[in-house]
């Protein structure tokens, strides 16, 4: 079971910045949140991941609550390019990477 | 660049055939890792593999079976081909189980007939 829950779709307009919400309330405290995207008939690509401290790269933001439970992925200024599945992912048993249904984000032009 | 390579990006077999799907990594990565995608299902595990010749069941291993002879290559076996085997697979490696992203493959769309 993936452990994460995320919002089916979003949408979001070109230009602006796109924050995909994700809970992980059953997080424990060695295991990190990962971020991937899946373009149309790509393979997923990574984004970004984190333990508890905010992180950021040249693809986005990761905003991590203090309390672990809950974690926001922040595209700065969303181009139609970021159109995409976006998967949250919280390294569970046995270190297996398992993906949940992922939220579908629509940048509207 | 890390390079996953999947042999094939569209494949159709026949229900019954011995089917194999080949990836191979060049960058010497601990682990790897093959899934399905389903519309609907969105990326399922099948198997991994964390060295050469180990190998652990994903969520749903009936019906595959994988070979890692060598570090760089991770073959999924379909042993006799079903037309329920139809789907996306996509083939990932990492360095290390934690704290390293994963890359994926372009994927084998695999129809059987």
């Known amino acids: 079971d993936a452990k994460t829950t995320q919002p089916p779709s979003m949408d979001c307009a070109e230009g602006r910045a796109a924050n995909l919400p994700c809970n992980h309330s059953?997080?424990?405290?060695?295991?990190?949140v990962y971020w991937y995207r899946q373009i149309h008939s790509q393979g997923p690509q990574y984004i970004i991941h984190?333990?508890?401290n905010n992180e950021t790269n040249e693809m986005a933001s990761l905003i991590i609550t203090e309390d672990r439970k809950s974690s926001t992925l922040i595209l700065p200024h969303a181009t139609l390019r970021d159109t995409a599945v976006y998967y949250c992912?919280?390294?569970?048993?046995?270190?297996?990477?398992?993906f949940g249904k992922g939220t579908r984000l629509h940048i509207l032009p | 660049d890390v390079k996953v390579t999947q042999s094939s990006r569209y494949l159709v077999k026949r229900t019954g055939e011995k089917v194999f799907l080949e990836c191979v990594q060049d960058?010497?990565?601990?682990?790897m890792f093959w899934y399905r995608q389903d519309p609907g299902l969105g990326l399922r595990l099948i198997y991994f593999?964390?060295?050469?010749?180990?190998?652990e069941k994903g969520d749903i291993p009936e019906g595959y079976s994988v070979s890692r002879e060598k570090k760089e290559r991770f073959s999924l076996i379909l042993e006799s081909a079903s037309t329920n085997q139809t789907s996306m697979y996509l083939c990932?490696?990492?360095?290390?189980?934690?704290?390293?992203?994963?890359?994926f493959g372009q994927g084998t769309r695999l129809t059987v007939v």
């Open positions: 990932a490696s990492s360095l290390t189980l934690v704290n390293t992203e994963a890359f």
């Open positions: 059953t997080i424990s405290g060695n295991e990190y």
């Open positions: 984190g333990l508890k």
């Open positions: 992912i919280v390294r569970v048993r046995d270190d297996k990477i398992i």
């Open positions: 960058m010497d990565h601990e682990n």
């Open positions: 593999s964390y060295d050469v010749k180990m190998k």
